[in-house]
């Protein structure tokens, strides 16, 4: 409950113009720490980096409020020059897209757009046997996502797409159930949108339980998991059963945010385990900046102190 509240607070004061124009003025000095940077080449320095702690990288083009069609279509542009940038530069690129920046929902020629450049981006994307995760966006998307994944996988394949789950809905369990026939590749998260009671579990322990099911059957069921969460003692237990089950470092990896826990990482890169960072970068950066501030007072300590040393 006082996550949720400290949650909207900060999302309702960075939401303010004068606050976005202060950040701003203050240029990169704090978002280096959670943002690549504005291009594709810095994005791919951030993977070289990574690399040389045995980081594996995940690169996820921000961009927030893309409206019209045309802009959907030049956002995914974006995607592929960042897939061939990457190719280019000797990395298997693995990148993340919400559909709704792509035009999911938004009909073009009897087909509906996000599903149109979805299908640009695996194809690429593909051809350099890389990988796209389509991110989960508000509840009101999960149907949809779903059912676009689905028909995804059956193009692509499933060494080439795959998606997220959210522990915070009451539905997720049955979703992953139901996806198991494909045997899909996911990533599950705890959930980022502020979703209502009537969908979404409002007690952090009952998110936590079932982030905890959701990885065990997902890994039990014998398919690759993304265990994305900064949350220690998470995967400590998701280590103390892959160990009880036999179920080997390479069934699945460890995700987390570029910038955040840093230490933990490297820490579990270096014992053997597949770690990725999630790479935001584009010129779009301070509604990414402020959800991650949202997160949590440390990062919001950690802003402050960047502000008041000027
Ligand atoms: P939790 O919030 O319980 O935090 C666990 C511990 O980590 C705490 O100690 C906390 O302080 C620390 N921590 C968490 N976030 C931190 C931060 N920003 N800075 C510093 N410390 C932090 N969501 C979604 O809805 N759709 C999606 O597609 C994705 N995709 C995605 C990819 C990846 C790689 C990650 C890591 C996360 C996502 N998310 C997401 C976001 C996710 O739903 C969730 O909001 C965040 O991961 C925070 O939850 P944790 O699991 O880390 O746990």
């Not at 000797?90 to 299908?119: F, H, M, W």
């Not at 999960?142 to 028909?151: A, G, N």
Request: aromatic share 10%.
């Amino acid at each position: 409950m006082i996550d949720q509240l400290y949650r909207k607070a900060v999302l309702t004061v960075a939401g303010q113009k004068t606050i976005e124009n202060a950040v701003r003025a203050r240029g990169w000095g704090m978002a280096q720490r959670f943002v690549a940077g504005e291009t594709p080449q810095t994005a791919i320095q951030a993977v070289h980096d990574l690399k040389k702690d045995g980081i594996m990288a995940n690169l996820d083009l921000l961009g927030e409020f893309i409206e019209s069609p045309a802009q959907c279509t030049q956002f995914a542009d974006n995607v592929i020059t960042m897939l061939d940038a990457a190719h280019a530069d000797g990395i298997t690129p693995y990148v993340s897209i919400k559909l709704s920046s792509v035009g999911q929902g938004k009909t073009v020629d009897g087909e509906d757009l996000g599903l149109t450049n979805a299908r640009r981006i695996i194809r690429r994307a593909r051809e350099y046997g890389g990988f796209v995760c389509l991110d989960m966006e508000d509840h009101p998307r999960v149907d949809q996502t779903l059912m676009q994944f689905r028909t995804l996988v059956g193009e692509f394949g499933g060494q080439h797409v795959g998606t997220v789950l959210q522990s915070y809905l009451y539905r997720t369990e049955k979703d992953r159930a139901s996806l198991d026939d494909l045997k899909p590749n996911l990533r599950i998260v705890k959930g980022a949108y502020l979703e209502p009671e009537t969908v979404a579990y409002p007690q952090k322990a009952d998110v936590d339980a079932a982030y905890r099911r959701l990885v065990y059957a997902h890994m039990s069921a014998g398919n690759y998991v993304n265990v994305a969460t900064h949350d220690e003692s998470i995967i400590h237990d998701v280590q103390m059963y892959a160990l009880a089950h036999g179920i080997s470092k390479d069934a699945f990896e460890f995700q987390m945010l570029y910038g955040i826990r840093r230490d933990l990482q490297r820490n579990l890169a270096a014992a053997g385990y597949r770690v990725r960072a999630y790479i935001p970068y584009g010129r779009d950066w301070y509604p990414y900046f402020s959800r991650r501030i949202a997160e949590t007072p440390r990062n919001a300590m950690f802003v402050l102190r960047g502000m008041l040393k000027g």
